[in-house]
């Protein structure tokens, strides 16, 4: 038995008979939501300050860099730099990325390390690592090398270890062997930077359920938590049904990946992003069809994960993205309406963290975006907020000062 779940075993967090399969005990007292297809309308927020900017073609993820002058955006074979010193940002150069390391959906999430080194892009089997300097300047030599994974070609994010050692890929989509289920890859990137990616730097894997996309690390690094839109065996579409976010021991997963789970908790139907609290107390997770915004109890998630749901709050349609502002008081969804129901709309919901964890009513209202907003990105001066439209070919910036 690994210390992972015999952790989990004693806290209580795992009922199943095996590890890689446990799943959280009953409910807690605010109830899990179910499917749903509209969400109803809000009101539009007055005096916000926004501005947009085409790009050639359907932008997905982002990355400020660590001074904030630039920024970084994913463009089908091609790393967008972006001048963040106007707004909204505009497009500055393309960095061309290794066509050896895309898969058939392009470069997706992008993550700059804490050191603000490297940029890692990931996509197909892995992830791109750029030097950030290097491409920010246009110069020749930015893409360094590949990470490359043995599971699957559907790589959509990639979140770094606190200590930048390790890479943690999600593979959204498993074969059909292997029921669907997505994973998690593990990459020791410090090692294939140390030695210029001669030789393997591949850990192994964390499978869970199907269509894993999110992850996040807790605020004392001790755990990664990660969202499967489905549950495994589960014969839903690929629009609805009901998933969970997945607590994970972040050194088992460094270590022995395979046998790093610790509990598996229901998250509505279609969990797709999560994002952990500026306190590290709570963790907080768009399910998109659900149309909801749940927060969970980060401690409650550790010790006893069936009573860790705090909050559900319903958003607009088909939330993705998420993102704090104003020190945490403030999360703001991306509601992509992605599958175009009926009487929806797009735009950006702005939710008061308190009166959600209160009880109270906390949505203040939306901003209005173009067609699929999809991902943020927080400039590090906090003023500037950064979405991708990726059906309408362009990014949108909010001034954060003018949000309520």
């Given at each position: 038995?690994?210390?992972?779940?015999?952790?989990?075993?004693?806290?209580?967090?795992?009922?199943?008979?095996?590890?890689?399969?446990?799943?959280?005990?009953?409910?807690?007292?605010?109830?899990?939501?179910?499917?749903?297809?509209?969400?109803?309308?809000?009101?539009?927020?007055?005096?916000?300050?926004?501005?947009?900017?085409?790009?050639?073609?359907?932008?997905?993820?982002?990355?400020?860099?660590?001074?904030?002058?630039?920024?970084?955006?994913?463009?089908?074979?091609?790393?967008?730099?972006?001048?963040?010193?106007?707004?909204?940002?505009?497009?500055?150069?393309?960095?061309?990325?290794?066509?050896?390391?895309?898969?058939?959906?392009?470069?997706?999430?992008?993550?700059?390390?804490?050191?603000?080194?490297?940029?890692?892009?990931?996509?197909?089997?892995?992830?791109?690592?750029?030097?950030?300097?290097?491409?920010?300047?246009?110069?020749?030599?930015?893409?360094?090398?590949?990470?490359?994974?043995?599971?699957?070609?559907?790589?959509?994010?990639?979140?770094?270890?606190?200590?930048?050692?390790?890479?943690?890929?999600?593979?959204?989509?498993?074969?059909?062997?292997?029921?669907?289920?997505?994973?998690?890859?593990?990459?020791?990137?410090?090692?294939?930077?140390?030695?210029?990616?001669?030789?393997?730097?591949?850990?192994?894997?964390?499978?869970?359920?199907?269509?894993?996309?999110?992850?996040?690390?807790?605020?004392?690094?001790?755990?990664?938590y990660a969202t499967s839109q489905r549950r495994p065996g589960s014969s839903d579409s690929y629009r609805t049904g009901p998933g969970y976010l997945s607590v994970i021991d972040l050194h088992t997963l460094e270590t022995d990946p395979a046998r790093a789970l610790l509990a598996n908790v229901p998250a509505g139907c279609n969990?797709?992003?999560?994002?952990?609290?500026?306190?590290?107390?709570?963790?907080?997770?768009?399910?998109?069809?659900?149309?909801?915004?749940?927060?969970?109890?980060?401690?409650?998630?550790?010790?006893?994960?069936?009573?860790?749901?705090?909050?559900?709050?319903?958003?607009?349609?088909?939330?993705?993205?998420?993102?704090?502002?104003?020190?945490?008081?403030?999360?703001?969804?991306?509601?992509?309406?992605?599958?175009?129901?009926?009487?929806?709309?797009?735009?950006?919901?702005?939710?008061?963290?308190?009166?959600?964890?209160?009880?109270?009513?906390?949505?203040?209202?939306?901003?209005?975006?173009?067609?699929?907003?999809r991902e943020f990105a927080l400039s590090p001066d906090g003023t500037t907020l950064l979405v991708s439209d990726f059906g309408s070919r362009q990014l949108q910036a909010t001034g954060t000062a003018t949000l309520p």
């Amino acid at each position: 038995m690994s210390a992972a779940y015999a952790l989990a075993a004693t806290c209580g967090l795992a009922t199943a008979s095996a590890p890689g399969t446990s799943t959280a005990s009953a409910a807690g007292t605010v109830p899990v939501p179910g499917c749903e297809s509209t969400a109803p309308g809000q009101r539009v927020l007055a005096g916000v300050r926004t501005a947009r900017t085409a790009v050639p073609t359907a932008p997905l993820g982002l990355a400020y860099a660590a001074k904030g002058d630039i920024a970084f955006t994913a463009l089908g074979t091609d790393l967008g730099v972006l001048d963040a010193a106007s707004f909204p940002p505009r497009l500055r150069h393309r960095v061309g990325l290794s066509l050896a390391g895309l898969g058939p959906s392009g470069a997706n999430g992008v993550t700059l390390t804490h050191d603000g080194r490297h940029l890692l892009v990931a996509s197909g089997r892995g992830a791109i690592v750029v030097d950030a300097a290097k491409a920010a300047a246009g110069q020749a030599g930015a893409v360094v090398g590949t990470l490359t994974g043995t599971f699957r070609n559907s790589a959509v994010q990639v979140t770094v270890s606190p200590d930048d050692r390790y890479a943690f890929v999600s593979q959204e989509y498993g074969d059909f062997w292997g029921g669907g289920r997505g994973a998690i890859e593990v990459f020791d990137l410090r090692a294939a930077l140390t030695h210029k990616f001669r030789g393997s730097a591949y850990v192994g894997r964390l499978v869970l359920g199907k269509s894993v996309v999110g992850t996040a690390v807790s605020a004392d690094g001790r755990m990664l938590y990660a969202t499967s839109q489905r549950r495994p065996g589960s014969s839903d579409s690929y629009r609805t049904g009901p998933g969970y976010l997945s607590v994970i021991d972040l050194h088992t997963l460094e270590t022995d990946p395979a046998r790093a789970l610790l509990a598996n908790v229901p998250a509505g139907c279609n969990p797709v992003r999560v994002a952990v609290a500026p306190d590290g107390r709570t963790v907080w997770v768009t399910a998109r069809q659900s149309n909801a915004l749940l927060a969970f109890d980060a401690a409650g998630l550790a010790f006893d994960p069936g009573h860790a749901l705090l909050a559900s709050v319903r958003v607009g349609t088909a939330p993705v993205g998420l993102v704090f502002n104003r020190t945490g008081s403030r999360i703001i969804t991306a509601d992509s309406d992605r599958f175009d129901a009926p009487d929806a709309t797009t735009g950006l919901t702005v939710v008061d963290t308190r009166a959600a964890l209160q009880g109270r009513t906390a949505v203040l209202g939306r901003v209005p975006t173009g067609a699929f907003p999809r991902e943020f990105a927080l400039s590090p001066d906090g003023t500037t907020l950064l979405v991708s439209d990726f059906g309408s070919r362009q990014l949108q910036a909010t001034g954060t000062a003018t949000l309520p």
